[in-house]
């Protein structure tokens, strides 16, 4: 089991800058993939930024590469997502998900087994 607590999230306006962080405890070395996804209403959840817990591989949703990067803590067990010149259409509730998958889809939510609860963040234009 892995459990996830995101934190960071919030209110910007359209240009600024927040930075993510998910915190994960338990069987953490089981997590080969950890994630970002987001889930605005009325929409289904989308993946966002993947990263690969054993390596440097990284994959993005084209609608975030140059702004967004995912990056991760092993000492502290910590993923992190900076996100810069955010927009309106980044408004969503903004999950950290991890897989213990061998092989999968990087950004399909069905391929991660452990959820956070979420974290909101809101762009104003």
């Known amino acids: 089991q892995v459990q996830l607590v995101e934190s960071g999230g919030g209110s910007v306006q359209a240009g600024g800058s927040l930075r993510l962080s998910c915190a994960a405890s338990?069987?953490?070395?089981?997590?080969?993939?950890m994630g970002w996804f987001r889930q605005a209403p009325g929409k289904e959840r989308e993946g966002v930024a993947t990263?690969?817990?054993?390596?440097?591989?990284?994959f993005y949703t084209e609608s975030v590469k140059g702004r967004f990067t995912i990056s991760r803590d092993n000492a502290k067990d910590t993923l992190y997502l900076q996100m810069n010149s955010l927009k309106p259409e980044d408004t969503a509730l903004y999950y950290c998900?991890?897989?213990?998958?061998?092989?999968?889809?990087?950004?399909?939510?069905?391929?991660?087994?452990?959820w956070g609860q979420g974290t909101q963040v809101t762009v104003s234009s």
């Open positions: 998900a991890a897989s213990v998958k061998a092989v999968i889809r990087a950004l399909d939510p069905r391929s991660f087994d452990y």
């Open positions: 990263i690969y817990t054993r390596g440097t591989t990284t």
């Open positions: 338990g069987d953490t070395y089981s997590a080969r993939y």
